[in-house]
């Protein structure tokens, strides 16, 4: 069954890594960029503006003393674990609804994100990865949601 998600999902994660490793990088040259024009007089608060910067305190840890290649490095770790995760997230779903084998199925990009939808088992299965965003959240990333109904 992982082996189908796996394969399923393969462009969307190279997508997610290319994307990540993009802003990450972006982030870093910002950082730089903000380091050596910070006029240490002006009174503002250095780790403030530096934050802001990097998408938060805790990128700003990431980047931080960091070369690119190290960060490069930590992305692609961060990037598989968020794979695995996904991947146990939509094992762990159809297993709940006792569906033990997939089909072979292709995710599609359908202007929101990537879907995919399937019959299995009796059941209908749906896997939405969409990009999520927001005020509270550093950076673009995707979110997948899975739905397991009873087929009609």
């Known amino acids: 069954m992982l082996d189908r998600i796996k394969t399923a999902f393969t462009e969307v994660d190279q997508k997610m890594l290319e994307t990540q490793m993009a802003w990450a990088m972006e982030r870093m040259d910002a950082l730089k960029e903000y380091t050596d024009s910070y006029d240490r007089k002006s009174g503002s608060c250095y780790t403030t503006g530096a934050h802001e910067v990097c998408g938060g305190k805790t990128w700003y840890n990431v980047?931080?003393?960091?070369?690119?290649?190290?960060?490069?490095?930590?992305?692609?770790?961060?990037?598989?674990?968020?794979?695995?995760?996904?991947n146990a997230r939509i094992v762990a779903a159809l297993t709940k609804k006792g569906v033990t084998e997939l089909p072979e199925f292709t995710v599609k990009h359908d202007g929101n994100g990537w879907s995919?939808?399937?019959?299995?088992?009796?059941?209908?299965?749906?896997?939405?990865?969409?990009?999520?965003?927001?005020?509270?959240?550093?950076?673009?990333?995707?979110?997948?949601?899975?739905?397991?109904?009873?087929?009609?």
């Open 63 to 86: 980047f931080f003393g960091r070369n690119k290649d190290m960060v490069a490095e930590l992305i692609v770790k961060n990037v598989e674990a968020l794979i695995e995760k996904r």
């Open 116 to 152: 995919g939808k399937f019959d299995v088992a009796g059941n209908t299965v749906t896997i939405e990865t969409i990009l999520a965003g927001g005020y509270h959240i550093q950076c673009l990333h995707q979110r997948t949601l899975v739905k397991v109904k009873a087929a009609a």
